[in-house]
C-alpha cells in the first residue's frame, strides 16, 4: 500500500524550501529506509500516475457535490486553500502536513466494485442512460467507503515464514505448537477413536462446533473450541456423510438406508426415506437446501425450512460419491467415473456445464469461497485447478504419487490434499490467487488415511478426520481474520442466534434463482426487453419511439420556397444515409479484422484458403 | 521460523456485563456476504408484501352535515382546521385532532358553491347560491352575540367559485364571468369574460399570485393576468373540465380534472399538448389538489372513489374507496402532506393517510433506518414482474372493477379499429395521434 504523504499542488514553492531543511516528516509506521515517493522529491508530485483515489477528484461535478456533502469538515478547508495558500497554516503555525482525506489503494477498492462498467447497454434512452451514471458514480463513493471502512478491521491473518531458505513444508505441527501462544496451541488436537473408523466430519457454518461420523455408526458433536461436549451417540449403522444444517442445533446424518436429522442433543428428529442410500451431502446455508448425491444416482434437494422435496434430478451417471458445493453461488459439482465434473441447479433438469477433468474417474472436488477456482482431483493421479470464470481452463496441474482422495479450500484460499495418510496444503498469494502446487506450504502425516476434511471457518485450523479419530491441525493463514458479526458470529448468544435464524429464514433464496452467476438478477434483461418491444409495434401497429422524418420548419420572408424545403429535407436524409453507411462499414471492417485474427496463424496461406468460408 | 496464528481475545467480541450491548463487529468483504443480490430480492418481495399487509390508510369520518359536501378549506395556518360547506347553505369548521365540529354556521340559502380562507387565517369567505359573498371571521362570537358575517356583497348573478390571492387582499369569483375584487369594496375592481358561459371554477396560482386558472362549461380552460383587463389564452378540450388546481412548486404547471373520466397535466407555456394524461377513474372526476411537495395529486371522482397520481405517471399509485362513500365531491391535501380529507355526497368528511402503509407517530432510529432500507430497496426492484404484481394490486368495489373492464375491452375496439384503418389505406394518409394529442380541441390565444 502506497502511504507517501501527498501535498497539494497549491503548496507554494517557498515553503517546499523550508520543509527540505527541516527533517522530512514522517507516518510513524512507515520506516525510514523506505524512499518515499515524496521524499525523493520534494516538489509537488507532478506524475499523474498515482495509484488512489481521491474523493475531491471525481469526473463529474455532480459527485463532487455529494463528496462535498460526505465531508464536511475537510472539503471546505481544502477549498479555502486553494485559493489562499497562507491561509494553510493554523494558529499556532504548525502545517498539516497531510491534507484532504487519507488515500486509498485502488486495489482495495476494486474489490468493492460491484458494477462492471465496461459493460453498455444497448441502445438506451438518454433518461436510463444519465440514471445508469448516477447509480454508477454512486457505487464508486460507496466502495471508496467500504474501502476506507477496512482500516477499522481488528484483526490481522496469520503466517508462517521459514528462515531464509528454509521450507516450510518440513515445519511439523509439533514446532509450530511450540512457538505459538497457549491458546492457539490448544486448538491443535486428537481424538484417538480407533474403534470406529474413518471419520467424516464437519464444522458449523461459525467455525465453533463441530460434528463427526464413523462408518461404525458413531455420531458426535461438540463445541471443539471449549471441548463441551454436546451429543454423542451410536446410530447403529454405517454413517456415510454428516452436516450441519444452518446452526450448530441440527444435524443431518446420512446413513447407510436414508438420511436422518438429529438435534444437538442426539434426538432423532425425521428420518427422511425419499433421500435413501445418501453418500455425499452439501447444505446450501442460504438456501435451506440439503443436497444429497446417493447411490442411486440422484441429486435431491431438500428444503429443510418447510421439509418438501424441492428437486430429484437424475445424474445418469451411476453411484454419486464426488460432491462440493460452490459457496459463492450454490451451484453442486458432481464428479463421475467417467473423469467430468457437471455443475448442477435445482432449477434445471440437465447440468447446467459439464467439464472433462481427468482421464480415468474424478475422485475428490472442492471449489473455493469466491467460486472462481475449482481443484479436482481423479484416478490418474493428477491435481488440477480450474478457472470457474467461463472459461473453465486448467490453470495448473501437477501430478501427485498416489492422488488425492480428498481435497478442501480455506477462507483464503489455501488448498489441502488427503493423500492417503499424508496431507498437502497448497498457497497461493493471496485471497484472490489460486495455490500454486509448486511447493506445499505444509505437510502433515497422520495416524491413518484420510477420510474427511475441512478448514474451519474463521480459525487458523484444518479438522481432518481418519481412520485413527480426529485431528485438528494448525494452519497458520488459514482462516478469515475478521468475521461478520451479523452474518456468521462465533461469538454469538444464544439470544443473537435465535434472531440470526429468524432472520435468515425470512430471507431465504428461493430455489429457482441458483444459477453460474448470482448477480445475473440486477442485470437488465435485453432478450426479454427486445421481445416485448416487438411485440408492442406488433400490438400497435407501428413503431411508438421510432423517430418521426425530418420535416423542415417553414421559415420567414420568402426563404420557404417548396425547393428550398426539398433542399433542406434532402441534406438531413443525405447526412442520415452516410451515417448509416459509415457504420456498416465500421462493421464489416471490424467483423474482418475478428476474422483475420480467429484464422489459424500456424498454418501458411494455402491456395485452397480461398474455398474456405 | 516466524508463524502467527489467528488468535482473538474473547473479550473484544463478548459483551463484559448483561448491561452492555451485544458487540457486532462487521466487515463488508463481499466474499462473506455472497448472494447479494438475491438476498436484496427476497428483502424487498418481503418489504413489499409488508407494506401491503399494513395499507391501512382510512383514519376518521367526520359526520355532522345534514346534506352533501360541496367544497372543503384548509386553514392556512393551523393543520388542525378544516373548513367545510355543505349543500344545505351549512358551513361548518373542524378540528381534525379532536375529529369534531368546532362551530356551525349557517351561511347560505341553497347551496354553498365555494369556501376559500384569508392567507392570514383570521377570516374566510363563501359564495352561495343566495347571489352573495359574505366574509367570516375564523373565531366564534362571544358569548350571546349572534353569528353574523363580517361583510356581504350581493351580487346579481349566481355565484359558483371562490379563491383567495396568496398574499394580497383581493379575491376572485366566478359565475358567468370572473369578478377580481378588492376586499374593501362592493364592485369587482374588474370582470373578465371570453364567451358566454357559466364558469364553474376559479383559482390563483400560488407562485405567480398575479395569474388566475378557470374552467367553464364550454370545456375550456382559461387562464388570466390579474394585471390586464382581457384574459391570457384558453385550451378547449373534449369534454367540459370541473377544476383545476396549480401545482404550488412548479409556477406553469396545472392539472385539470376532467369529464371524461381523465386528468390532464399542463404546462402553461404549451397548451397545445398536455405534459401528462392521468387516466384511471371510471367516472367525472369532480376535485383535484396538489400535494404540498408538487409531486404528487389527489382526485375525487364521481366513481365513489379518490386517486393519488404521481404528476409524472399517467396510472394511479392509490386508489382509495370505502363502502359507504358515495360520490367524491371534493378532496384536499393536508398542508403537512400526510394527509388527505374528502366529502362526499352521504354527508361526511374522511381522514385518509397519503402514504397508505405509513406508520403515525414518534419512531424511534432503529424502525426509521429500516424503513427507509425497506424503501431503498423497494424502490431498486420496483419493476421485476413479481414485485411489481404485489405493489400494484388494490381491492375494488365491484361496480368499479367491472367498469375498468368494460372500458378496457372499448378501449382495445377503439384501437383495433384505428390500426385497421392504418394498415388498410394509404401509408401516410391516416396520421398517427398520440394519446396526449387527442383530446385537445384548440388553443386560442
Redesign the interface.
Known amino acids: 500500500m502506497e502511504t507517501a504523504p501527498k501535498p497539494g499542488k497549491d503548496v507554494p514553492p517557498k515553503k517546499d524550501k523550508l520543509q527540505t531543511k527541516r527533517k522530512k516528516l514522517r507516518r510513524y509506521w512507515e520506516e525510514e529506509a523506505v524512499p518515499t515517493t515524496a521524499g525523493a522529491s520534494p516538489g509537488p508530485p507532478r506524475n499523474k500516475k498515482n495509484r488512489e483515489l481521491r474523493p475531491q477528484r471525481p469526473k463529474n461535478a455532480h459527485i463532487l457535490k455529494k463528496s462535498r456533502i460526505s465531508k464536511k469538515p475537510q472539503v471546505p478547508k481544502k477549498l479555502r486553500e486553494w485559493k489562499n495558500p497562507e491561509s494553510q497554516r493554523s494558529l499556532s503555525g504548525a502545517q498539516d502536513p497531510f491534507p484532504g482525506p487519507a488515500p486509498v489503494p485502488v486495489e482495495v477498492v476494486q474489490k468493492f466494485c460491484r458494477i462492471d462498467k465496461s459493460r453498455k447497454l444497448p441502445h438506451s434512452k438518454a433518461k436510463t442512460r444519465s440514471r445508469l451514471e448516477v447509480a454508477e458514480a454512486e457505487e464508486e463513493e460507496t466502495s471508496i467507503k467500504a474501502a476506507r471502512s477496512e482500516l477499522l478491521l481488528a484483526e490481522e491473518p496469520g503466517f508462517l515464514e521459514g528462515e531464509d531458505g528454509e521450507d516450510t513444508a518440513k515445519i511439523c505441527q509439533a514446532d509450530i505448537v511450540e512457538a505459538v501462544d497457549i491458546a492457539s496451541a490448544a486448538k491443535h488436537f486428537d481424538l484417538n477413536l480407533r474403534q470406529f473408523g474413518p471419520y467424516r466430519l464437519n464444522y458449523s457454518r461459525t467455525g465453533r462446533h463441530l460434528a463427526f461420523g464413523g462408518r461404525r455408526g458413531h455420531v458426535a458433536a461438540l463445541d471443539w473450541v471449549t471441548k463441551k461436549l454436546m451429543c454423542e451417540i451410536n446410530v447403529m449403522e454405517a454413517v456415510q456423510d454428516i452436516r450441519f444444517l444452518h446452526s450448530e442445533a441440527l444435524l443431518a446424518v446420512a446413513q447407510n438406508r436414508w438420511l436422518h436429522i438429529y438435534d444437538n442433543q442426539g434426538i432423532e428428529l425425521h428420518c427422511i426415506r425419499r433421500c435413501d442410500r445418501v453418500t455425499r451431502l452439501e447444505f446450501l446455508p442460504f438456501h435451506f437446501l440439503l443436497a444429497t448425491a446417493s447411490e442411486t444416482g440422484f441429486l435431491t434437494y431438500l428444503d429443510v425450512s418447510v421439509g418438501k422435496i424441492v428437486a430429484a434430478l437424475n445424474a445418469r451417471a451411476g453411484r454419486l460419491s464426488v460432491m462440493s458445493q460452490n459457496p459463492y453461488n450454490a451451484v453442486i459439482h458432481l464428479g463421475h467415473s467417467n473423469g467430468t465434473v457437471s455443475l448442477w441447479s435445482p432449477a434445471m433438469k440437465e447440468p447446467l456445464a459439464k467439464i472433462l477433468c481427468h482421464r480415468g474417474g474424478v475422485r475428490a472436488v472442492a471449489v473455493d469461497s469466491t467460486g472462481t477456482y475449482m481443484a479436482t482431483s481423479g484416478l490418474d493421479h493428477q491435481l488440477k485447478i480450474f478457472d470457474l470464470r467461463g472459461t473453465y481452463q486448467p490453470l495448473s496441474t501437477r501430478t501427485l504419487p498416489h492422488g488425492a482422495g480428498h481435497l478442501a479450500f480455506s477462507q483464503r484460499g489455501l488448498l489441502v490434499a488427503g493423500m492417503g495418510d499424508v496431507v498437502n496444503i497448497w498457497a497461493g498469494q493471496g485471497k484472490a490467487s489460486p495455490p500454486s502446487l509448486e511447493q506445499p506450504y505444509l505437510t502433515h502425516r497422520l495416524s491413518g488415511p484420510v477420510h474427511g476434511l475441512q478448514f474451519c471457518p474463521f480459525e487458523d485450523v484444518l479438522g481432518v478426520g481418519h481412520t485413527g479419530g480426529i485431528t485438528s491441525m494448525l494452519v497458520p493463514g488459514a482462516g478469515e481474520p475478521n468475521f461478520d458479526g451479523l452474518e456468521s458470529n462465533p461469538y454469538r448468544s444464544r439470544k443473537q442466534r435465535q434472531e440470526w435464524e429468524v432472520k435468515a429464514l425470512l430471507e431465504k433464496v428461493p430455489a429457482e434463482l441458483i444459477c453460474l452467476d448470482p448477480r445475473a438478477l440486477a442485470e437488465v434483461d435485453v432478450i426479454s426487453l427486445e421481445q416485448g418491444k416487438k411485440e408492442q409495434i406488433e400490438r400497435l401497429g407501428y413503431d411508438p419511439q421510432a423517430k418521426a422524418p425530418f420535416q423542415p420548419k417553414p421559415k420567414q420572408k420568402g426563404r420557404s420556397s417548396t425547393a428550398s424545403l426539398v433542399k433542406r429535407k434532402r441534406k438531413v436524409m443525405d447526412e442520415e444515409h452516410r451515417d448509416k453507411v459509415r457504420q456498416s462499414l465500421q462493421q464489416q471492417h471490424h467483423k474482418e479484422a475478428k476474422e483475420a485474427k480467429a484464422k489459424p496463424t500456424g498454418a501458411r496461406p494455402s491456395a485452397l484458403d480461398r474455398f474456405v468460408r | 521460523?516466524?508463524?502467527?496464528?489467528?488468535?482473538?481475545n474473547?473479550d473484544?467480541?463478548?459483551r463484559e456485563t448483561k448491561l452492555d450491548l451485544?458487540?457486532?463487529?462487521?466487515?463488508?468483504?463481499?466474499?462473506?456476504?455472497?448472494?447479494?443480490?438475491?438476498?436484496e430480492?427476497?428483502?424487498a418481495l418481503?418489504a413489499t408484501k409488508l407494506e401491503r399487509v399494513f395499507a391501512k390508510p382510512f383514519l376518521a369520518s367526520l359526520d355532522g352535515h345534514r346534506d352533501g359536501v360541496n367544497c372543503l378549506a384548509k386553514h392556512p395556518k393551523n393543520l388542525a382546521t378544516v373548513l367545510s360547506g355543505a349543500c344545505d347553505g351549512e358551513v361548518r369548521i373542524w378540528n381534525l385532532t379532536q375529529r369534531n365540529c368546532i362551530r356551525t354556521i349557517q351561511a347560505h340559502e341553497g347551496f354553498v358553491r365555494g369556501i376559500c380562507t384569508r392567507f392570514c387565517g383570521t377570516s374566510f369567505f363563501t359564495v352561495g347560491d343566495d347571489k352573495t359573498v359574505k366574509q367570516w371571521k375564523m373565531d366564534g362570537p362571544g358569548y350571546g352575540d349572534e353569528e353574523e358575517p363580517l361583510h356581504t356583497i350581493l351580487g346579481k348573478t349566481v355565484y359558483t367559485g371562490i379563491d383567495h390571492h396568496w398574499k394580497e387582499a383581493v379575491f376572485a369569483t366566478c359565475g358567468q364571468q370572473v369578478d377580481i375584487w378588492d376586499e374593501q369594496r362592493t364592485n369587482p375592481v374588474c370582470s373578465m369574460t371570453w364567451g358566454f358561459d357559466s364558469i364553474s371554477s376559479v383559482k390563483f396560482n400560488p407562485i405567480e399570485t398575479f395569474l388566475l386558472g378557470s374552467c367553464a362549461s364550454d370545456r375550456n380552460i382559461v387562464l388570466y393576468d390579474m394585471r390586464q383587463a382581457t384574459p391570457l389564452k384558453k385550451v378547449i378540450l373534449d369534454m367540459r373540465t370541473n377544476t383545476i388546481c396549480w401545482n404550488p412548486m412548479e409556477a406553469f404547471i396545472f392539472t385539470a380534472a376532467n369529464e371524461d373520466y381523465n386528468l390532464y397535466t399542463f404546462d402553461m407555456s404549451a397548451l397545445d399538448t398536455p405534459v401528462m394524461v392521468h387516466m384511471d377513474h371510471v367516472s367525472a372526476v369532480l376535485d383535484v389538489d396538489y400535494s404540498p411537495t408538487g409531486k404528487e395529486f389527489v382526485s375525487a371522482s364521481f366513481d365513489k372513489s379518490i386517486r393519488i397520481f404521481p404528476v409524472d405517471k399517467s396510472r394511479s399509485r392509490e386508489v382509495y374507496h370505502t363502502k359507504r362513500m358515495q360520490h367524491v365531491i371534493c378532496v384536499k391535501w393536508t398542508s403537512d402532506s400526510k394527509y388527505i380529507m374528502c366529502g362526499s355526497d352521504e354527508m361526511n368528511i374522511r381522514l385518509w393517510k397519503a402514504n397508505a402503509s405509513e406508520k403515525l407517530g414518534v419512531l424511534t432510529s432503529r424502525e426509521k433506518a429500516a424503513k427507509d432500507y425497506n424503501q431503498k430497496l423497494k424502490e431498486k426492484f420496483q419493476h421485476y414482474p413479481h414485485i411489481k404484481r404485489i405493489a400494484r394490486h388494490r381491492h375494488l368495489p365491484k361496480s368499479i372493477y367491472s367498469q375498468i373492464q368494460e372500458q378496457r375491452i372499448m378501449k382495445e375496439a377503439r384501437?383495433r379499429k384505428?390500426?385497421n384503418r392504418?394498415?388498410h389505406s394509404k401509408p401516410g394518409s391516416v396520421p398517427?395521434v398520440s394519446e396526449k394529442k387527442k383530446h385537445v380541441v384548440a388553443v386560442v390565444k
Do not use: A
Not at chain 2, 521460523?1 to 482473538?8: A, D, I, P, Q, Y
Open positions: 521460523m516466524k508463524v502467527k496464528m489467528l488468535s482473538r474473547p473484544n467480541y463478548v451485544q458487540r457486532v463487529p462487521r466487515n463488508y468483504d463481499p466474499t462473506l456476504h455472497p448472494f447479494e443480490v438475491p438476498r430480492y427476497v428483502r418481503n384501437r384505428e390500426v392504418i394498415k398517427i
